[in-house]
């Protein structure tokens, strides 16, 4: 399961309105190589299931994530931050063993 902050859900509405997106487009994480701490978030819209995606619907939001991204995510939860120390979306991933310090990047 992938779960979505009160914070997060708040900020992904504003941004689907900003650009116009209906409500059939969802959030789609993936994770890919790279970053300081070796694997790196990946946050977009889209709106087209693929074939082995995991669908979750947590507090009126839909993320979708490929099969090799949810074993690094299951369990995660997406928040949003606009405070001093920084400003976007991050995940409380319990798999990562550690993150870099902008939060961007983890390792397993």
Known sequence: ML??????KE???????AKGLTEDYFLRATITSGGCSGLSYVLDFDNEVKDKDQVFEDNGETV?????????????TLEFSS?????????????ASR????GESFAV
């Open 99 to 102: 993150e870099c310090g902008c």
């Open 11 to 17: 900020r992904l509405q504003s941004i689907r309105e």
């Open 83 to 95: 405070g001093l120390d920084g400003t976007g979306f991050s995940f409380n991933n319990p798999n």
């Open 3 to 8: 779960f979505v902050a009160d914070s997060a």
């Open 64 to 76: 979708v994530c490929d099969l090799k991204s949810f074993l690094y995510l299951h369990n995660s």
